[in-house]
């Protein structure tokens, strides 16, 4: 049975550090690449990052410089560092799998993704 479960959300003012962690289980860690999704209230899920195999990344321009996004095979975790964060950045952050290598276009579609975590909440005050 794969599990994605994500951690380290929470409440943060303007500007702040978060650091949310997906830990994987179930699968083969190494042949699947990862990406990280966020949903806001009322609005669709939306791309963040994606992190190949290889550790190759992808951004959304909402965040490219601001967030980095990484993976630790050692340990079955990928993580999503983000700094300077906004209050338009409040969402549920949602991790991903798929065992495609995807292009930066069909990285960022949901469809695309195999196994889903449940989500964490991140909410950024102003």
């Known amino acids: 049975q794969v599990q994605l479960v994500e951690s380290g959300g929470g409440l943060v003012q303007a500007g702040a550090s978060l650091r949310l962690s997906c830990a994987a289980s179930?699968?083969?860690?190494?042949?699947?690449?990862m990406g990280w999704f966020r949903q806001a209230p009322g609005k669709e899920r939306e791309f963040v990052t994606y992190?190949?195999?290889?550790?190759?990344?992808y951004y959304a321009d909402s965040v490219k410089g601001r967030f980095t996004g990484s993976r630790d095979s050692a340990k079955n975790t990928v993580y999503l560092q983000m700094n300077t964060l906004k209050p338009e950045d409040t969402a549920v952050y949602f991790c991903?799998?798929?065992?495609?290598?995807?292009?930066?276009?069909?990285?960022?579609?949901?469809?695309?993704?195999?196994?889903w975590g449940q989500g964490t909440q991140v909410t950024v005050s102003s």
């Open positions: 991903a799998a798929t065992p495609r290598l995807l292009t930066a276009a069909a990285a960022s579609t949901t469809r695309e993704y195999q196994y």
């Open positions: 179930g699968l083969t860690f190494g042949g699947y690449a």
């Open positions: 992190i190949s195999r290889s550790g190759i990344t």
